[in-house]
């Protein structure tokens, strides 16, 4: 479409190269029948194409399902929406130019993608901006590619790649793709359960309107897309109305057959000097422990610790019920806590909630890493802070 924004509004009636393209525009949104034939309005005699009733019918459809005044004329915010949305994921390089910000249906998807994936790319607005930017590196950082900001082909592989597992696809499509092989560890076949603790009528700790009960929830979704994203099926234990008790979540991880089981929560404390962050696995502290619970418990601290700057509290041998029911490796993670006021500021700014999601995806990675593959204690260089 052609780049003057000041038109004057086309109307029914109206002729000429400038219909034209929005015919052809209304077309690809199948919106108006494939040219066939070269009648008038159709490609081949410009000057002719006409704006005919079945144009403005186009156009009030668009108009509606858009949102915009549904008037029958092509006037600029029309126009604009019409020059949007012939754009699709992968029909160009997409990246931040703050002069003239690229504006698109291509970028709201990609923005829904990484929504879905568990990255803040800002609002879903279709202006490719700063936001959006941040959220398209973090995503490159933790899938091994190159993380230069732009959405060019090997990103748009992996998006379309996840996009197909995170929905519920095949694996398969994964284990073909050129990129998941050459970015490093993945996790293809593991099932891992997060469990957000408390729900549904328990809040669990409360400060104002803050719960535990949601933010974990929030924090649970995050981990869910990155690790679905790196390949994992990921169950959660309960949605937001749910309270399984601790018997029904453990029971649910092990009718799952899951790999992993990794529960949520963070603290609260009638000292607010209380803060940090701490991790549980099964063990009596002298003898009997679960190993794998023991190094994930520990990966999964160090690497929120070092992510996010929160205190550390140290990884803890426990005999609770639900470490020492389930049938796999489990840790109970404690992020935070509420009653701290820098704790508490940190957990509800959603940026530090994905950032400890990378870091959980950073534990599981390294904690499925072949050996033969898991370079000595120290070159592995990590994503520093998402
Ligand atoms: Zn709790």
């Given at each position: ?6 038109m ?25 029948p ?35 005044t ?47 994936l ?17 959220g ?10 190159t ?30 793709s050129?990129?998941?092989?050459e ?10 359960v ?16 803050t ?69 549980f696995?099964?063990?009596?502290g ?101």
């Open positions: 479409m052609g780049t003057d924004s000041r004057h509004p086309l109307r029914p009636g109206d002729r000429g190269p400038a219909v034209a393209d929005v015919r052809a525009a209304l077309r690809a949104l199948e919106l108006l494939a040219a066939n034939g070269a009648g008038p309005g159709d490609p081949g005699d410009l000057e002719q194409a006409e704006y005919d009733r079945a144009t403005e019918l186009a156009v009030r459809h668009f108009q509606q399902v858009r949102g915009l549904v008037d029958g004329l092509v006037g600029e915010e029309t126009y604009r929406a019409l020059s949007e949305a012939r754009w699709s994921l992968g029909d160009r390089l997409l990246h931040h130019d703050p002069e003239r910000p690229t504006r698109g249906d291509d970028v709201t998807s990609l923005q829904e993608r990484l929504h879905e568990g990255y803040d790319a800002g609002p879903v607005d279709g202006v490719f901006g700063a936001d959006t930017e941040r398209l590196r973090a995503f490159q950082r933790d899938y091994g590619l993380s230069d900001g732009t959405c060019g082909p090997a990103t748009f592989r992996a998006l379309r790649q996840l996009g197909r597992k995170v929905t519920g696809g095949r694996p398969q499509l994964l284990r073909q050129a990129v998941f092989v970015s490093g560890p993945h996790l293809i076949g593991r099932r891992i997060v469990d957000p603790g408390h729900g549904g009528p328990d809040p669990g700790h409360t400060v104002g309107e719960t535990e009960a949601d933010l974990v929830l929030d924090l649970a979704s995050r981990i869910e897309g990155r690790l679905a994203a790196a390949g994992a099926t990921v169950y959660l234990t309960r949605g937001r109305s749910q309270n399984p008790t601790g018997e029904e979540r453990t029971a649910f991880a092990n009718d799952a057959r899951a790999d992993l089981f990794l529960s949520l929560h963070v603290d609260g404390h009638a000292s607010q000097h209380a803060r940090g962050v701490a991790s696995y099964y063990g009596t002298s003898g009997a422990s679960s190993t794998v619970g023991e190094q994930f418990a520990n990966l999964l601290r160090r690497e929120v610790v070092a992510r996010t700057g929160l205190v550390d509290l140290g990884s803890h041998p426990k005999t609770w019920q639900m470490l020492r029911a389930s049938r796999m490796p489990a840790v109970r993670l404690d992020c935070g806590y509420l009653s701290h006021p820098v704790d508490r500021l940190l957990l509800l700014d959603a940026r530090l909630r994905s950032t400890v999601a990378s870091a959980v995806l950073a534990a599981v990675q390294r904690l499925f890493l072949p050996a033969e593959a898991d370079p000595p204690t120290g070159t592995f260089v990590l994503p520093a802070r998402v």
